[in-house]
């Protein structure tokens, strides 16, 4: 199974694998979305949508459909909360 931003639970963190469409937001790479890096999750609104994850150090609010595209290896479990 492949794993998403948007399988990630609270506090989980992955590293990015790919993207499953080549067209990615120009921003969201500018702000470290590449391949490589660690994302963690923040916190996800009420609806599911939209999603607040880290990268690099910046707390960035993505839209679900666009965290299905971001493949990631899952690192560590969420701590208890």
Same mark, same amino acid.
């Given at each position: 199974?492949?794993?998403?931003? !948007?399988? /990630?639970?609270?506090?989980?963190?992955g590293i990015i694998r790919e993207f499953t469409e080549d067209i990615l937001p120009i921003k969201l790479l500018e702000m470290g979305c590449l391949p490589g890096?660690?994302?963690? /999750?923040?916190?996800? !609104?009420?609806l599911k949508d939209p999603i607040y994850i880290n990268v690099n150090g910046s707390h960035i609010a993505i839209r679900r459909s666009t965290a299905l595209k971001i493949e990631l290896d899952i690192l560590e479990e969420p701590l208890s909360v």
């Open positions: 199974m492949i794993a998403t931003v !948007a399988d /990630l639970k609270r506090g989980q963190k890096n660690e994302v963690e /999750l923040v916190q996800v !609104a009420p």
